[in-house]
């Protein structure tokens, strides 16, 4: 990890303590010390490893000696060759010591720090160190055999390069880094701009949508190992697989801005330069994970005062979603390695439908249609599409574009109900294109508000909620739009009773005549 500010500092005591001195009255360290880690992180592990014995020290003069045969192979041979020089005695000195300036002796010490604790953290080198867990904000390794100590933490960053002659404090300034899980409602051209207002937990989408989210990342100072991976739910497609890579956006955003967020404002990371990323499955889920390369952290590590890290990138929601779609969020960080994670969540909601008479019996045969537009003469435009769901004949699932034998008219069948399912929260209209035969079609459509319900706790959509009126039926806060049917009346036949008279008294003359030509007939026959 290039921990490049805090590495200048802690090396400054590295560069010391290799200078070394012939005082004649210098002590012979027989005792113990005791190194303190200031301002521990509670949870977190740390660890100490020895890397030179000290034979003796008068006040800022010290005398090293290596004697791990492990550690002497790293700095005769290995990469610590280019910094310290071993002498026949196995006594230390810094290399170039008289010659080398301050700001060489620095730009040194950046380089041998971070190799000397991945020398020390490499099993194959056996190197043994002692870990403690931090249980208060103050870490105390006692009775120590006096030398140079590399100290390490899980946080993930290198901690400090210490002597135990007798006692040493160092003080932690790492954190552990946060992670929150967001869907982005912002612009979709620019994720990363997003207002504070436009994060959230969850959001609802028709099924078809693309949806964005955005992780957070902050305090990650000094952290090293980053590993950012994501897990799509069944009903989210991860979008804009190219190449083996992920379509996403990583960028540094400045941690007070929180609106109108501008490029100024904005530092974005480079794909294969700053970070890797690599797409997968897991349990069928769609999943990718992410990697800082060495020039990434060199960013993190300059940037991460006044920004946080946002990492945004889009879904599809398919047709296999449900009414929660959960998409979760791993941060791994430091040497164990420690994991935080994070969730945002992606409803999708459904208008129920029950077709009846007055008193609740259901109506088949009815004919319905939804749409989201009225015209100016009050019929829908438009109407949505949607596909029968194979597992139950009464749900009409929205169809995506690619589906075939989709239908714009539902059918009533003998249970009344019907269910639009794949919508997302706003205003519908329900109408009836066809009532039953006997009964009289709904004058106008129905206007159905649609809005979601939360779990308050885990922040999951666990449902929906309706409203809507038409004539005196109306639904407050329900879960079921109910569409009560009229029966159509026999029509009063037009006229007055005059006229009903004048038909049975033609028809009595009719028949009597009829009568009197038959009597005449038989009359003349004789």
Request: aromatic share 10%; net charge neutral; glycine share 8%.
């Amino acid at each position: 990890m290039k921990l490049i500010k805090k590495i200048a500092a802690i090396m400054f005591a590295f560069m010391m303590v290799f200078t070394l001195s012939s005082n004649v009255n210098a002590e012979e360290t027989t005792g113990t010390g005791k190194i303190t880690i200031d301002n521990a992180i509670p949870g977190e592990t740390y660890t100490i490893y020895k890397v030179f014995d000290l034979e003796s020290f008068d006040g800022d003069n010290y005398s090293y000696k290596v004697t791990n045969e492990k550690w002497k192979e790293f700095f005769k041979t290995g990469e610590g060759k280019t910094y310290v020089d071993i002498n026949d005695y196995d006594g230390v000195t810094w290399k170039n010591e008289k010659t080398a300036t301050q700001a060489e002796k620095e730009s040194l010490a950046k380089e041998l720090a971070p190799k000397m604790l991945k020398f020390a953290k490499d099993p194959a080198n056996g190197i043994a160190g002692i870990s403690k867990p931090a249980s208060s904000n103050n870490l105390v390794f006692e009775r120590l055999s006096l030398g140079y100590y590399l100290v390490d933490s899980s946080v993930g960053a290198l901690c400090g390069l210490t002597t135990t002659a007798n006692e040493a404090t160092i003080h932690e300034k790492n954190e552990k880094p946060t992670l929150n899980k967001y869907v982005n409602t912002y612009d979709v051209a620019h994720p990363n701009h997003a207002d504070r207002n436009s994060l959230k937990k969850n959001t609802t989408n028709e099924i078809g949508d693309m949806v964005w989210f955005t992780a957070e990342i902050d305090n990650f100072k000094g952290a090293e190992q980053l590993v950012f991976t994501d897990i799509m739910d069944s009903g989210l497609s991860l979008n804009g697989i190219l190449n083996n890579q992920v379509l996403l956006q990583v960028s540094l955003v400045k941690r007070n801005v929180t609106e109108n967020v501008t490029d100024v404002d904005v530092e974005n990371l480079r794909l294969n330069t700053d970070y890797t990323t690599v797409p997968g499955k897991e349990d069928g889920k769609d999943k990718f994970t992410l990697q800082f390369t060495d020039e990434g952290y060199k960013k993190l590590e300059q940037y991460y005062e006044n920004y946080v890290l946002r990492i945004s990138y889009s879904a599809t929601v398919n047709k296999s979603a449900l009414i929660n779609n959960e998409n979760t969020a791993t941060l791994k960080y430091g040497n164990n390695p420690n994991v935080i994670t994070s969730n945002a969540y992606v409803g999708v909601l459904s208008i129920p439908v029950f077709k009846s008479k007055n008193d609740n019996t259901p109506l088949p045969k009815a004919e319905f249609s939804l749409y989201t537009t009225l015209d100016d003469a009050n019929n829908g435009v438009n109407p949505i599409e949607f596909k029968q769901d194979d597992s139950s004949k009464e749900i009409y699932r929205k169809a995506t574009n690619e589906e075939t034998d989709t239908v714009k008219k539902i059918t009533t069948n003998n249970t009344g109900k019907f269910e639009f399912y794949g919508l997302k929260e706003g205003e519908y209209y329900l109408k009836e294109i066809k009532a039953p035969d006997g009964y009289n079609k709904l004058k106008e459509p129905i206007k159905v508000t649609v809005t979601k319900k939360v779990d308050n706790d885990t922040k999951m959509v666990i449902g929906h909620s309706l409203n809507y009126k038409y004539g005196k039926n109306a639904g407050n806060g329900v879960t079921e739009v109910q569409v009560i049917n009229e029966t159509g009346s026999l029509l009063p036949s037009t006229g007055g009773m005059g006229t009903t008279l004048i038909y049975l008294i033609g028809g009595a003359l009719v028949l009597g005549s009829g009568i009197v030509l038959a009597n005449k007939k038989r009359a003349k026959a004789k």
